[in-house]
């Protein structure tokens, strides 16, 4: 199931988001907007969803959050953007990961 919100995730949707892979969520979110996309099996749906909703590519960024461990990642096949100084899966902009880490923790407070 996926979630496309501009407020903290409650934990009943946690729960829903958890049902694909169990012990990690998917993330996208526009850094800008402020907007995340998350329980997605591949992170270019959620990229989808925020493009679809008036987004801008160089704004949206991929990863996740593992909910045994609370660790924040920033991979996804989405980030690899040369044109955007991103020619990895990793983000690589300290500013970025921190914006995407800021938000990440934003919309999954409840667990956090």
């Known amino acids: ?3 496309t919100k501009q407020k903290p995730f ?3 949707e946690i729960g829903q988001l958890k049902e694909q892979f169990e012990v990690y969520i998917k993330t996208v979110i526009d850094i800008e907007k ?3 996309s998350a329980g ?3 992170h270019f749906e959620g990229e989808q969803l925020l493009l679809k909703q008036g ?3 160089s704004h949206i960024w991929g990863g996740g959050i593992d909910l ?3 660790e ?3 991979n996804s096949f989405i980030n ?3 044109r955007d100084n991103n020619p990895k899966n990793e983000i690589q902009s300290e500013e970025i990961k921190g914006k995407y880490k800021e938000l990440t923790v934003f919309f999954f407070q409840e667990l956090i």
């Open 1 to 3: 199931m996926i979630i």
């Open 10 to 12: 409650t934990l009943e």
């Open 34 to 36: 402020k907007i995340c």
């Open 40 to 42: 997605m099996d591949r």
């Open 55 to 57: 987004s801008t590519q």
């Open 68 to 70: 045994e461990t609370k």
């Open 72 to 74: 924040i990642d920033f």
């Open 80 to 82: 690899i953007r040369p």
